[in-house]
């Protein structure tokens, strides 16, 4: 079994900075790619950051230039590094092992228990 567990999380100020680790049990972290989703109240979780086996990364529009995905396979560990956070950015953030289909990203199964960003003055 695969197990993501997320931490990080914490209130901050508008433009301020936090940093979100996922940690991956298992020796397959090599093989897959990892990705950040988040859930706002009352609104669908949707895809942050991606960042895949050879180092390639995407990111959502609306957080390009602020946050910077990367992932240490010695530490089967991935990074959310968010820089000058707003508060529409708050949200509980999760881990994923997404997969790539039909030409595109999808999350799979596979999800850490979430760590709660808030940003607020």
């Known amino acids: 079994q695969v197990q993501l567990v997320e931490s990080g999380g914490g209130l901050v100020q508008p433009g301020g900075s936090l940093r979100l680790s996922c940690a991956a049990s298992?020796?397959?972290?090599?093989?897959?790619?990892m990705g950040w989703y988040r859930q706002a109240p009352g609104k669908q979780r949707e895809l942050v950051a991606i960042?895949?086996?050879?180092?390639?990364?995407k990111y959502a529009d609306s957080v390009k230039g602020r946050f910077t995905i990367s992932r240490d396979n010695a530490k089967n560990t991935v990074y959310l590094q968010m820089n000058s956070l707003k508060p529409e950015d708050t949200a509980v953030y999760y881990c994923?092992?997404?997969?790539?289909?039909?030409?595109?990203?999808?999350?799979?199964?596979?999800w850490g228990q979430g760590t709660q960003v808030t940003v607020s003055s």
């Open positions: 994923n092992l997404p997969e790539w289909h039909n030409r595109n990203w999808y999350a799979s199964d596979y």
């Open positions: 298992g020796n397959i972290f090599s093989i897959y790619a």
């Open positions: 960042v895949t086996s050879n180092g390639s990364t």
